[in-house]
Nanobody, 124 residues
């Protein structure tokens, strides 16, 4: 069973930065994708960014382009999400996902394995 563990969330003021990390318990192959998603109460889970485990092929939601950067450390089975210039509307629980079904990289139904989530709260 593949397990994902996120870290790095917390409170931050608007304009600040946070770096989320997600470590995968198994080697799922460099050709597989990891995704970052976020969810707020009453809303559907939203795709934020995606990257190949081996690096490259980055994709971002329009709402975070130019502010968020996803990166991969294949040797550590870890992906990161650097979030800069954070806004209050970025407040959400952030999840990483793996086990890509090879559909839309930002589609929540396209991933099999999920982390437990980490809260990000941006205050104005």
């Amino acid at each position: 069973q593949v397990q994902l563990v996120e870290s790095g969330g917390g409170p931050v003021q608007a304009g600040g930065s946070l770096r989320l990390s997600c470590t995968i318990s198994a080697n799922i192959g460099s050709g597989n994708r990891m995704g970052w998603f976020r969810q707020t109460p009453g809303k559907e889970r939203e795709g934020v960014a995606s990257i190949y485990i081996g690096g490259g092929g980055t994709i971002y939601a329009d709402s975070v382009k130019g502010r968020f950067t996803v990166s991969s450390d294949n040797t550590e089975n870890t992906v990161h999400l650097q979030m800069n210039n954070l806004k209050p509307e970025d407040t959400a629980i952030y999840y990483c996902a793996a086990g890509w079904r090879r559909g839309s990289p930002l589609g929540s139904t396209e991933y099999i394995f999920w982390g437990q989530g980490t809260q990000v709260t941006v205050s104005s």
